[in-house]
C-alpha cells in the first residue's frame, strides 16, 4: 500500500478537497498534483525511506510536497515553521533528513542551519530565484504512480508537543492511513459534504490526522490557514469558509469565550466543536454550550496515536474509547490513578533513537502514554493530568488537573490561564504552586474569585503560593508548557524575595 494513495482514493472528481483563502483545489487536480510531486521528487533523490522535512505555513502548496513525499515511497515529517533556527537545528541534525522544503521567504535562514549540520541537506524552496526551485521541480517533473510499500514501513514522523522535555520523533506506518477517519464517521457523523477546519496546523497531529486525512479519507473538503490562530481569526475563517466542523484547543475556546468572539459562532452552520490538545475543563465547556448552543465534544489522543483515541460528549468529563480503539488497564488499585494501555489502528511503530522511551511506551502493539487516568466502570476515564504532575500531598493523591479545574470554574471569565505545579518548600515537604493570569482589566475580580476558590478546595488540595503572572509558558501547539512550571515558580518566589 501507499498511505498518500490510501488517502486520496475516495473523493469525487470535481468535489472541492482543500481550500485555502482564495485557493481550491478539487480531488482530481489534487490527486494529478500529487502524482507530479512525487515525480519532483523522485527526480530529486527521494526513495524508499528517505526522509524530508516540511518546513512551511499551512497551504495547498504544503500538502500537495507532503503527500509527494510519501507517494513517492519517502518519509514525510511537517515542522513548526515558526521555530526559531536554534531549535530547528537540532531537529534537522537528529533526523538526518535529506531535504528540507521550506517557503521562499526562509530559503536563507534554512540554508545557513543546513551549511552547519554533519550530514549534507538540500533544501527546496516554495518560490523564489534559487536553484532549488520547487515550482520549476514541478514543471519539470513527470507524474509517477505511488511507490508500494509495506504497511509496517515508516510513512510519516510526527514530533511530540515537547510539554514535558525536549520533543521526540514518533514513527507512523503507511498502515495508518487505513482508517483516520473513523472518529468523525462514526462519532462526528461526517460524510463527503462536511467542511473541516483545524485551528492547529498540520505539522501537529491534532490536525492532520483529525482533519487533513479523515477529511481526505471522507472525500470532504478541508479548509486551511495560513495564518495564526486567534480568536478573531477564527471567527473570520468561519464566517468566510463555513466549516461545519470546527477542531481547536482548551485555551482558544477559552480565549473566544472570554474576548466575545464565541456567540459570534452561532448560526453559521456548525455541526460540532472538538476539542483536544489538552483536558476541556467543565467551566469552559458550559460557557461555550451557553454561548453557541452545541458544547464541544472533548477528545483525547497523542503524536504516537495520531488520531484520538478517547472522547467524551457529556457533562461528566468522563472519556471512552473512540470507535476502533481497545484499552487495556494495568494491575494495582483500580481506584487510584494509573497508565493505561492504548490500541489503535493509527499507532505509531515508535520512537526514533529513544530506546528508553520506546522500552517504557511501546509493548507488543500497544501504547502507554504518560498521562494517567482514574477508571469508572469498565470502559470509563476520568483524565488525572501525566504521572508527573500527580502528587502525594499530606498522604493522598492530588492531580493538579484538578485543582486547575477547580480553580478555572470559581474564576470563570476573570482568569485567562490558571497552572498548578508541586514544588519543594524549603523543608522538603511538597506543596503546591499556582500560577495565573487574570483577564484583561479584571485583576480584582480574578483575585478576589480565586482566593474563595481557593478556600473551597480540600484543606489537602489548597496551594501553598499563589503567582499572578502575565503570561504563562506555552509550547509552539498553543499547550501548557509544563516542563518549564517549577522553574517559573522558582523565578517568581525568587523575585519576591528580592522585592
Not at 413 to 438: K, R
Request: proline share 6%; hydrophobic share 45%; charged share 20%.
Amino acid at each position: 500500500m501507499n498511505a498518500a494513495e490510501r488517502l486520496l482514493c475516495e473523493g469525487a472528481a470535481r468535489s472541492v478537497a482543500l481550500e485555502c483563502g482564495d485557493e481550491c483545489i478539487d480531488y482530481g487536480t489534487l490527486r494529478d498534483a500529487v502524482c507530479r510531486s512525487g515525480g519532483a521528487w523522485r527526480a530529486l533523490g527521494i526513495g524508499p525511506g528517505t526522509r524530508a522535512v516540511i518546513f512551511a505555513r499551512d497551504s495547498i502548496d504544503w500538502v500537495v510536497a507532503y503527500l509527494g513525499v510519501i507517494w513517492a515511497g519517502g518519509v514525510a515529517i511537517g515542522v513548526n515553521p515558526r521555530l526559531p533556527g536554534a531549535d530547528l537545528a537540532p531537529i534537522l541534525a537528529d533526523s538526518e533528513v535529506r531535504f528540507i522544503w521550506c517557503d521562499a521567504d526562509d530559503a536563507a535562514m534554512v540554508c545557513a542551519i543546513v551549511d552547519a549540520l554533519p550530514m549534507p541537506s538540500v533544501v527546496i524552496a516554495n518560490g523564489g530565484k534559487g536553484g532549488n526551485n520547487w515550482p520549476k521541480a514541478l514543471r519539470a517533473a513527470t507524474p509517477i504512480e505511488a511507490c508500494a510499500r509495506h504497511e509496517d514501513d515508516p510513512a510519516l514522523w510526527i514530533g511530540t508537543s515537547g510539554t514535558t522535555g525536549i520533543p521526540k520523533g514518533v514513527v507512523h506506518p503507511h498502515r495508518i492511513a487505513a482508517e483516520p477517519e473513523r472518529f468523525a464517521r462514526d462519532v462526528l457523523h461526517a460524510g463527503p459534504e462536511t467542511r473541516f477546519y483545524s485551528s492547529s496546523k498540520l505539522f501537529f497531529a491534532y490536525a492532520l490526522a483529525n482533519s487533513l486525512f479523515a477529511g481526505l479519507r471522507l472525500g470532504a473538503t478541508v479548509i486551511l490557514d495560513r495564518e495564526s490562530a486567534s480568536p478573531e481569526r477564527v471567527l473570520a475563517m468561519v464566517e468566510r469558509h463555513r466549516p461545519t466542523v470546527v477542531f481547536t484547543v482548551p485555551t482558544l475556546y477559552n480565549r473566544m469565550l472570554l474576548d466575545g468572539v464565541a456567540p459570534k459562532l452561532a448560526g453559521h452552520g456548525i455541526r460540532h466543536f472538538v476539542s483536544a490538545g489538552e483536558a476541556l475543563p467543565s467551566s469552559v465547556r458550559g460557557g461555550w454550550a451557553r454561548a453557541t448552543g452545541i458544547a464541544p465534544i472533548s477528545g483525547y489522543g497523542t503524536s504516537e496515536t495520531l488520531c484520538l483515541v478517547l472522547y467524551g460528549d457529556d457533562d461528566t468529563g468522563l472519556l471512552r474509547p473512540t470507535p476502533g480503539s481497545a484499552l487495556r488497564f494495568g494491575g494495582g488499585d483500580s481506584q487510584a490513578p494509573q497508565r493505561i494501555w492504548i490500541s489503535s489502528p493509527a499507532l505509531a511503530q515508535g520512537y526514533w533513537r529513544r530506546p528508553e522511551a520506546q522500552a517504557d511506551g511501546f509493548r507488543d502493539g500497544w501504547f502507554s502514554p504518560g498521562d494517567v487516568f482514574i477508571r469508572h466502570g469498565e470502559d470509563r476515564l476520568e483524565f488525572a493530568g501525566r504521572s508527573d504532575d500527580l502528587l502525594k500531598v499530606s498522604g493522598q493523591w492530588v492531580s493538579t488537573l484538578w485543582i486547575e479545574h477547580a480553580l478555572a470554574e470559581a474564576c470563570g471569565d476573570s482568569i485567562e490561564q490558571v497552572a498548578a505545579v508541586g514544588a519543594p518548600t524549603e523543608e522538603g515537604l511538597v506543596c503546591i504552586a499556582v500560577l495565573a493570569v487574570a483577564a484583561t482589566g479584571r485583576d480584582d475580580i480574578a483575585r478576589e474569585r480565586l482566593a474563595a476558590g481557593i478556600e473551597r478546595l480540600p484543606k489537602y488540595r489548597r496551594p501553598r503560593w499563589v503567582h499572578w503572572m502575565p503570561a504563562l509558558p506555552l509550547t509552539a501547539t498553543g499547550k501548557l508548557q509544563r516542563s518549564r512550571l517549577r522553574d517559573t515558580h522558582e523565578l517568581a518566589l525568587a523575585q519576591k524575595g528580592a522585592g
